[in-house]
């Protein structure tokens, strides 16, 4: 399956709905992907799609005393404004995203050729909505808060099974989260137990919090690769949730991003290349061959002789082989005069006809 779709991904979804109002979503699209695009990442602009008279049972539309369904009621769009949005998300750069909280949501989401669909934490068992959202083959991003391992295993199975794209987000759902709540080790678990899967963090952590970058930073060195954040502005007057971020801290979190990646640098699955200067710092303190007596034409070193016939000091010249090449058996193709350097075109020797490497020992030492 490809995973590619979710690879540093940022998931940025509007807080509750821009409360309802077009031009308040209209108006956090423009500031956010301008913040995207500066910072050059991917990402995704999230809306929640409710059918809400079907959502909601029609005896509790005007109910004031459950908040989720107050606050559901209050924020509902019609469909004609959240194609308004999605056009401004694709026009902003970003990529068009929904949780849809209903099987008539999932259609939308069709309709709207969402490349991708988030099931929200809440949902990750509620397997009538999955199997609506599965015929639809879109890749999928589930957020974990309160999954069993049961239900997650299960979960995995179900999309594996339809060779359906599927990541995994760590999340806990307390809005907002305090740092001991965080549990960032989980990303370990999930990595080790379901390696095939992008994982990600989905946080909810305070703005007010001084260590909002910290997160980021430690959950991509542990191997996230997917971040899921809510958002919002007060320019308009409107007071923000205290677990959405604000266009200037989503800033400094995508710099945290671009930080965290060059920190960590190879994935730990591949060994890492040497950078050019720090071998170049290394081959100064590497030591050179150099011969502790005459040694004649055709003469071979071996390593039950070589007590006798070399020994190693820094520093090391250029053209000088190095402990690093010597091998058993070279054959010496000019005669070498006691305490003189051993070049690399001084022995036949299987280092001697790699011309990459003569380039790289003519470059090496002093």
Not at 97 to 116: G, L, Q, R, W
Not at 227 to 245: A, V, W
Not at 253 to 276: I, N, Q, S, V, Y
């Amino acid at each position: 399956m490809n995973r590619n779709i979710f690879e540093d991904l940022f998931v940025l979804e509007m807080t509750n709905n821009h409360l309802g109002s077009l031009e308040r979503g209209l108006e956090i699209v423009k500031q956010f992907s301008r913040i995207a695009r500066f910072n050059n990442v991917r990402a995704a602009i999230k809306l929640q799609f409710r059918d809400v008279k079907s959502f909601v049972h029609k005896d509790y539309y005007d109910n004031e005393d459950i908040r989720y369904i107050k606050r559901t009621m209050e924020t509902e769009l019609s469909w004609d404004d959240y194609a308004i949005l999605v056009k401004a998300i694709v026009e902003g750069g970003c990529i068009p995203m929904a949780t849809p909280f209903d099987e008539y949501s999932v259609d939308m989401c069709c309709k709207f050729n969402m490349p991708i669909i988030k099931v929200a934490s809440a949902d990750s068992n509620d397997w009538i909505l999955l199997e609506k959202i599965a015929k639809t083959k879109k890749p999928v991003i589930i957020s974990l808060a309160g999954t069993s391992i049961k239900d997650t295993d299960d979960l995995v199975t179900f999309f594996e099974n339809r060779n359906i794209p599927l990541a995994l987000n760590h999340c806990i759902a307390t809005y907002p989260s305090e740092d001991g709540e965080l549990e960032l080790n989980q990303i370990d678990y999930l990595k080790n137990r379901y390696p095939n899967h992008t994982i990600g963090l989905s946080t909810h952590e305070s703005n007010k919090s001084l260590n909002l970058d910290h997160s980021l930073i430690i959950s991509y060195a542990k191997g996230a690769r997917m971040f899921e954040k809510h958002i919002d502005i007060d320019s308009d007057g409107q007071e923000m949730s205290l677990y959405s971020c604000s266009p200037h801290q989503l800033d400094s979190w995508f710099k945290a991003f671009k930080k965290a990646h060059e920190m960590c640098g190879t994935p730990g699955t591949d060994r890492k290349l040497p950078l050019k200067k720090e071998s170049e710092f290394l081959d100064k303190y590497t030591r050179g061959v150099y011969a502790k007596r005459d040694l004649p034409v055709g003469y071979q070193l071996h390593n039950d002789s070589y007590e006798n016939d070399i020994y190693l000091s820094i520093p090391i010249l250029k053209g000088q082989i190095s402990c690093r090449e010597l091998m058993n058996g070279e054959t010496i193709l000019r005669a070498i005069k006691k305490d003189e350097k051993i070049s690399i075109d001084d022995i036949d020797s299987p280092y001697a006809t790699d011309e990459d490497l003569k380039k790289f020992i003519y470059k090496r030492g002093f």
